[in-house]
């Protein structure tokens, strides 16, 4: 019979559908009680549930000297055990030094991209990792201080995409016990008992006293909390998906918002939208507090044209009838340039394309939308394509000067987030067309023009 710690880090495995017959599960191994006690109950029983076990150690080198010895003790615990040891290394503190990130951030940061790239290459199924009971009601407790949504109720899942959590439902004093009787040492981090770092204070204070003089069941109690709040939030998904699907359209620039239908959507249901958003653009929101939420939902909703607001990583523009989500940094327009050999297509870094024929005469009817330029006298080898840029002018026909192709844009009432895909034409690098919207005056056509190019910009 398994110890009644093995058996409960058992019945998570089985009742979480952690681990399946023949898998192959790397664990990570700082050497702490936490990972110690898993990787002992994890090789007692893969045997019984038939899987195979890898240990990695992660050495971030922020203490060289006890990092050393740590990754030595981890790799003869794991050995002892019969079970692989591989020890793998990031520079934390360089990284700190050129990112200018906390420690902690970039320490979790490097360890996870390490262990996945090291599960991709060893064809492991999940990563395991030492997260427990009393690791979650820290957790919750201090989302709730900073300040939180039902999200941060959630806590710490159990099994979340390729990472399980076999300890989750042990608690530190059970995991400290179990180690007692195995009469096995771990590795003590001093810094865990340093309560000017506020977790530390919610580990060696709040919960305590919460314990002895509230609730001595408190860590079951939050953990009942989160997994309520997981069911909520799987709730949620399903309905914000709906939401994503009927007001929104990916585009290559972003995701376009419709301002209409966002406004009938209550704040709940705008906040999640944008989260939802967030997250199929590969943009973090974590660090997002609820009042930049409700500047950018009540700008999408009631905000003038125009006006942009900052989610972070990622900035929402607002235009006549849509809103447009992009990712900071991610403009391929002002990059882009193109030399052309016509006639032909030409396809856009930021989608469509742009597709100039030769046409013999203009006749009485001319597309909308579609831009006609006059040849003549104009070595077509000249002719260039790109995106619009600051400063950027043009001589309309029909007008008095030179203007500004971005106050052109905004008489004619073109969206914001549209003018940098409108594509621009060239030639000896002044601009003779914004194609469907102004042609120059020297490339006129008229009647007696002898070479006419038709210039179309078909969007995706």
């Not at 201080?145 to 959630?154: S, V």
């Not at 305590?208 to 860590?219: A, G, H, V």
Request: hydrophobic share 35%; aromatic share 6%; with cysteine.
């Amino acid at each position: 019979m398994p110890h009644s710690f093995e058996q409960k880090v058992m019945n998570t495995v089985i009742s979480e559908k952690m681990i399946s017959p023949g898998d192959k599960i790397l664990v990570g191994l700082s050497g702490g009680a936490d990972s110690t006690a898993l990787i002992c109950a994890l090789s007692r029983l893969r045997e019984r549930l038939s899987f195979e076990l890898v240990a990695v150690h992660v050495n971030h080198h922020i203490r060289p000297v006890s990092a050393e010895e740590d990754a030595k003790r981890a790799c003869e615990l794991a050995e002892s055990l019969g079970v692989e040891c591989k020890v793998l290394h990031t520079y934390v503190m360089s990284i700190v030094k050129e990112t200018g990130e906390s420690i902690e951030a970039v320490a979790r940061r490097e360890r996870y991209k390490l262990l996945r790239d090291f599960k991709e290459n060893i064809g492991a199924a999940y990563i395991a990792v030492a997260h427990n009971l009393s690791d979650n009601s820290e957790t919750v407790l201090h989302n709730i201080m900073r300040g939180t949504t039902i999200k941060g109720l959630c806590g710490i899942y159990p099994k979340r995409n390729d990472i399980i959590r076999p300890l989750i439902y042990c608690t530190r004093d059970e995991i400290l016990e179990y180690l007692k009787v195995l009469n096995v040492d771990y590795c003590v981090d001093e810094t865990n008992f340093d309560t000017a770092y506020e977790r530390n204070k919610i580990r060696l204070k709040l919960l305590p006293m919460m314990r002895d003089e509230f609730n001595p069941s408190i860590d079951d109690t939050i953990m009942r909390l989160s997994s309520a709040a997981r069911d909520e939030e799987e709730f949620i998904a399903v309905h914000t998906r709906r939401l994503f699907d009927k007001l929104c359209e990916k585009t290559s620039q972003g995701v376009e918002i419709s301002r209409d239908g966002f406004s009938t959507l209550t704040n709940a249901e705008q906040r999640h939208l944008l989260t939802f958003i967030a997250n199929h653009m590969g943009v973090s929101l974590v660090d997002i507090h609820y009042p930049v939420y409700v500047s950018a939902s009540r700008g999408i909703a009631e905000g003038a044209p125009g006006r942009q607001y900052s989610m972070g990583d990622a900035t929402v523009t607002v235009g006549q009838n849509k809103a447009l989500f992009t990712v900071n940094g991610d403009n391929k327009n002002d990059r882009f340039e193109l030399k052309l050999n016509i006639p032909g297509e030409f396809p856009l870094p930021y989608g469509g394309k742009i597709v100039i024929t030769r046409v013999e005469s203009l006749g009485d009817v001319r597309e909308k939308g579609v831009s006609y330029v006059s040849l003549d006298g104009i070595d077509a080898c000249g002719l260039t394509l790109r995106g619009r840029r600051e400063g950027d002018t043009i001589t309309p026909i029909n007008s008095p000067g030179s203007k500004s192709i971005k106050k052109m844009m905004s008489d004619k009432k073109i969206d914001v987030y549209m003018r940098d895909k409108i594509p621009l034409i060239l030639y000896n690098n002044k601009i003779i067309c914004v194609v469907g919207i102004a042609v120059d005056v020297s490339v006129r056509v008229d009647d007696k023009t002898q070479q006419i190019i038709k210039i179309k910009y078909e969007r995706e």
